[in-house]
């Protein structure tokens, strides 16, 4: 056994398979830079991200299974679940020896956790798709404050992109401190501190809101209240669909 | 409180009794400006009562000329009124739309002085949406009953969706709660619509550029616990309404008492029938997602769905000869039958035997209802039985394991079991 600490991202994960390739070295625990703590027994190896190599693998796989399925790896990378990771290096490494599509052999216990946490992901996906819920500043800029359970900002972007097209708006991911603008041409990504991140939340106050801000809100507020059947009041089925964690983002929760 | 909110409150309260609440189906994109209907749709929220919200739901006005005893804005009610504005309806939609409220639009109305006049104003503002403020979003419509055809082919060109209530299942039934009412009101629009889809359907092949025409269907909704009908009646009603009018969706909305004042309907303060409505919607999918035919959904001889046990394990267990399958042998088709697995576990079982016989640890980690389940399915490693299993103690296990959903039965059903 031998220790691959990589950047961390889904990039330097691939660069990771590549490395197991070429080195004949199949039997890889993969650690990030963050968390790796040397330990004196272990032998380990640092492995640079290099873009042409991952590129390499992600042609590999997209060529062995189609690009959809490829695709599937990078979104169970994003669960940020190490299990999950290490469990998806291996079934890459099966799929490239073996030549089969083992992603579908669901009694198999790495096939099934892949599709666990697909699964997973899928629905933190949809769930920010559908609980986000954007403020208007006076300058005219949309923006959202989200901390999902996985890193499914990237999976979110091409939605709000087609859904809001004319109009400017930011989702930032408080959690893992990176957000997402969209500027009518484009999108860019950008990095906020910490401090300037507190400036954008509203409950600080610094931003300004639009005039009408407030009272979209509110009307907003009164719909949701309003639209409730009191008769047919079920708290557990309303925790299921609105778990608790997300009612600090969500305008009519709060 | 701003009028604005006042009328909000009293209008979304009027709509909520429409259960309908899909956004999904539309191919609708967006060209550059805003919207864009999600083809799988989206629930935005959740309301308390454990219904999702995904469009906003309101009426354009809760004024009406008709008087039925089911209906909160009927004429005789003693409820406040309000009417909004066309361009209030639409500040509405978009703001909310654009703080990613809501995945689009459901507008219905109470008819002020006659059909026309009303269909004409819920015209006007779904062209507005579409053509003023350029958006793309989801638009369902609820059609005035009795409107011109003009007017529902023009509002067709604008929605994703259309709907009429047929409110109660049967057309005696109606008659004794909205006298002025009939089933044919209903089926007459429904039917020039669906023709309207189907013609632009072929038109398409032809035409480069196809205009959209309620390209996410039409659907309608009935009242059930308010007159007698069976659950067999009722679900023969969905089926007709699926065959000939290719509805999308049939909602059955279990009767909330409102009034008093007729005694034809349950009393205030009679609980919904929440589990027959969800005995409903499960038999419904039956029909629509499992190949289950009425007759095999609900017994001739008792008309009436179990409360206690859903659809298909009700089915299941009137029929011990088809069982057990084979998990490893059987198909599709024949595996969605089984109670405790559902389609998305039946299409994994088909995958992964590919890679070798399935063994019990294997089928309970996949995600499948195995308590259930295992009553009516062999695998690699199952004993052999020798003899039938009797269905009824089938039954007996099934319902003891789960308890919980016990405490959701109607009392009088519940003091049979302690």
Redesign the interface.
Same mark, same amino acid.
């Given at each position: 056994m031998i220790q691959y600490i990589y950047d961390g991202s889904f990039g330097g994960f691939l660069c990771c398979v590549f490395e197991c390739f070429e080195r004949r070295e199949f039997d890889v625990q993969l650690i990030t830079e963050k968390v790796f703590a040397p330990d004196f027994f272990a032998l380990s190896k640092t492995i640079v991200s290099d873009k042409a190599k991952a590129k390499r693998v992600l042609d590999g796989l997209t060529k062995s299974l189609d690009a959809s399925r490829a695709k599937d790896f990078f979104r169970v990378f994003l669960s940020e679940d190490p299990i999950a990771i290490q469990n998806a290096l291996g079934l890459i490494i099966q799929i490239f020896q073996k030549k089969e599509n083992?992603l579908?052999?669901?009694?198999?216990?790495k096939a099934?956790y892949f599709?666990q946490t697909l699964k997973k992901v899928g629905r933190e996906r949809?769930r920010m798709?559908?609980?986000?819920?954007?403020?208007?500043s006076s300058n005219g800029m949309?923006f959202?404050v989200i901390a999902p359970d996985f890193n499914v900002l990237p999976l979110i972007i091409d939605?709000f992109t087609?859904?809001?097209?004319?109009?400017t708006w930011l989702i930032y991911d408080e959690k893992r401190h990176y957000g997402i603008l969209y500027d009518k041409t484009g999108i860019s990504e950008i990095e906020i501190s910490e401090l300037d991140a507190n400036a954008i939340i509203p409950s600080n106050e610094v931003v300004v809101l639009d005039l009408?801000e407030q009272?979209?809100q509110?009307?907003?507020k009164?719909?949701?209240?309003?639209?409730?059947?009191?008769?047919?009041?079920?708290?557990?089925?309303?925790l299921?669909?609105?778990p608790k964690r997300y009612w600090r983002y969500?305008?009519?929760k709060k | 409180m701003?009028r604005?909110?006042e009328k +909000? #409150?009293i209008l979304?309260?009027a709509?909520?009794?429409d259960v309908s609440c899909s956004s999904s189906g539309s191919k609708r994109?967006?060209n550059?400006?805003?919207?864009?209907a999600?083809f799988s749709g989206?629930?935005?929220?959740?309301?308390?009562?454990?219904?999702?919200?995904s469009l +906003? #739901?309101i009426l354009l006005t809760n004024h009406c000329i008709y008087d039925c005893a089911f209906c909160v804005s009927r004429k005789s009610n003693d409820v406040r009124r309000a009417a909004f504005t066309v361009q209030e309806v639409v500040d509405?939609t978009m703001?909310?739309y654009?703080?990613?409220?809501i995945e689009g639009l459901f507008l219905s109305s109470g008819i002020f002085k006659n059909a026309d006049y009303t269909m004409e104003r819920l015209l006007r503002i779904v062209k507005k949406l579409r053509t003023e403020e350029?958006y793309n979003g989801y638009i369902h419509l609820k059609t005035i009953p009795g409107a011109s055809g003009e007017l529902i082919q023009d509002a067709g060109l604008y929605v994703d969706r259309m709907s009429i209530n047929l409110e109660i299942p049967t057309e005696e039934g109606l008659k004794m709660v909205a006298p002025e009412k009939d089933h044919a009101s209903v089926r007459k629009p429904l039917a020039f619509v669906q023709n309207q889809i189907s013609n632009f359907k072929s038109e398409s092949k032809l035409i480069k550029h196809k205009p959209l025409f309620v390209p996410a269907g039409q659907s309608t909704q009935m009242v059930v616990g308010a007159t007698p009908e069976s659950d067999l009646e009722i679900l023969k009603v969905a089926d007709d309404f699926y065959q000939n009018y290719k509805l999308k969706r049939v909602y059955y909305s279990g009767y909330?008492p409102i009034s008093s004042d007729n005694n034809l309907l349950p009393a205030i303060g009679t609980?919904?029938p929440?589990i027959r409505e969800n005995r409903l919607y499960q038999a419904d999918w039956l029909m629509r997602f499992y190949d289950f035919k009425v007759d095999e959904i609900v017994h001739e001889s008792k008309h009436q769905l179990d409360l206690e046990i859903d659809p298909k394990l009700a089915w299941a267990l009137r029929h011990p000869e088809l069982f057990p399958i084979d998990i490893n042998t059987a198909n599709f088709r024949t595996i969605i039958r089984i109670p405790g697995i559902g389609r998305q576990s039946a299409m994994?079982?088909i995958?992964?035997?590919?890679?070798?016989r399935?063994?019990e640890y294997?089928l309970r980690?996949?995600g499948i209802a195995y308590n259930r389940a295992q009553y009516f399915i062999t695998c690699a490693d199952s004993i052999i039985n020798i003899g039938h299993t009797s269905m009824d103690w089938v039954r007996a296990q099934i319902l003891q394991q789960s308890k919980a959903s016990q405490k959701y039965l109607p009392q009088q059903q519940l003091s049979l079991f302690v």
């Open positions: 083992i579908e052999n669901y009694g198999e216990e099934l599709s949809h798709k559908a609980f986000i819920r954007f403020e208007k949309f959202a939605f087609k859904r809001y097209t004319d109009q009408e009272k979209y509110q009307l907003w009164s719909y949701f209240k309003s639209t409730n059947i009191e008769a047919r009041k079920n708290m557990k089925l309303h299921r669909h609105v969500l305008t009519e | 701003e604005i909110e +909000l #409150k979304a309260d709509a909520k009794y994109k967006n550059g400006s805003i919207g864009d999600s989206i629930c935005h929220s959740y309301t308390e009562d454990g219904r999702c919200v +906003l #739901k509405l703001n909310f654009r703080r990613n409220y350029r909330i609980r919904p929440l994994k079982i995958k992964a035997r590919q890679f070798g399935l063994h294997q980690k996949m």
